[in-house]
């Protein structure tokens, strides 16, 4: 997959995990372990690094299963 593929996957990811996060306990640990991890996930995506951005956003939707 070359990187502009990557570069649409990422947003899409870190929506589903904002949105994942919405309908939780926003005090639960899990919620602000992901809240991290998809802050992460933004700034690398913003840097133009988005395979790392989409471990981060896939872990953080992990985080909240």
């Known amino acids: 997959v070359g990187a502009p593929a990557y570069a649409f996957k990422c947003p899409s990811l870190i929506r589903q ?12 640990d899990k919620v602000k372990k992901a809240k991290t991890l998809v802050e992460e996930a933004d700034k690398l995506h913003k840097a133009g690094n988005h395979p790392e951005s989409i471990k981060k956003a896939e872990e ?3 985080t909240l299963k």
């Open 17 to 28: 995990a904002n949105e994942q996060m919405a309908k939780m306990d926003q005090n639960s």
């Open 60 to 62: 953080a939707l992990d």
